[in-house]
């Protein structure tokens, strides 16, 4: 069965600094893979989508992942992140009929 | 371009009272629909999906229902709620396709308190 892990649960950063969120998922065939980011009370907002291609990605509000096949990863990333990033990241693999299997979410909180 | 309302945003409703959420699309024809469920802690659960009027499909046997009584509106119900029901509550929209390399779309989502 398709399972998406986010292993941390919550991380925090410097503003200006760089981030890193981990999602390892488990799939039996090439994944769509997708982050999805959420600010406190609000729905979800897409991040950016990975179908083929190109194994690094880039999204919205300067965000970006990299593919991994050999590792089964898709971590996102930003160089440098600033205070309104703080936010819920769900990490999400597609699988049949457009059925989405999300991963527990990793709260980003950011320090001044 | 397209727009995704839920309502209400928050609701307080007492144990064994019924629920009725309402999700509704615009800009689109023919969605598919989705209704999760988040939990603290817990990500996002997959309740129901629909890809077309009447047509329904339930993830989990829960205490809930879903209607779609038109193209693009989709309904969560109960007759009776249980404590167990609390939680954020989110309704979704993906483009009618035949893989799933198209993302979902959500609402704000409402915030059910069961008392």
């Known amino acids: 069965a398709q399972s998406v892990t986010q292993p941390d649960i919550h991380i925090t950063v410097s503003e200006g600094a760089s981030l890193e969120l981990r999602c390892n998922y488990s799939?039996?065939?090439?994944?769509?893979l997708f982050w999805y980011v959420q600010s406190p009370g609000q729905g979800l907002q897409l991040l950016l989508k990975y179908f083929s291609g190109d194994t690094l990605v880039q999204g919205i509000k300067g965000f970006e992942a990299e593919f991994k096949r050999s590792q089964s990863s898709f971590n996102l990333r930003k160089p440098s992140v600033h205070w309104s990033d703080a936010a819920e990241y769900f990490c999400a693999v597609g699988r049949g009929f457009q059925k989405l299997v999300f991963g527990t979410g990793t709260r980003l909180l950011v320090s001044p | 371009s397209q727009t995704i309302h839920q309502w209400p945003a928050t609701l307080v409703q007492p144990v064994g009272s019924p629920l009725s959420l309402e999700c509704t699309v615009e800009g689109t024809s023919n969605p598919n629909l989705y209704w999760y469920r988040q939990a603290a802690g817990r990500g996002l659960q997959l309740l129901f999906y629909s890809v077309g009027i009447g047509q329904i499909s339930s993830e989990v046997p829960q205490n809930l229902s879903a209607s779609r009584p038109q193209d693009r509106q989709f309904i969560l119900s109960s007759k009776k709620l249980l404590l167990s029901d609390s939680g954020f509550y989110l309704c979704?929209?993906?483009?009618?396709?035949?893989?799933?390399?198209?993302?979902?779309?959500f609402g704000d989502g409402t915030r059910l308190s069961i008392l």
């Open positions: 799939y039996g065939a090439t994944p769509y």
């Open positions: 979704a929209w993906g483009p009618r396709a035949g893989d799933s390399n198209q993302p979902q779309h």
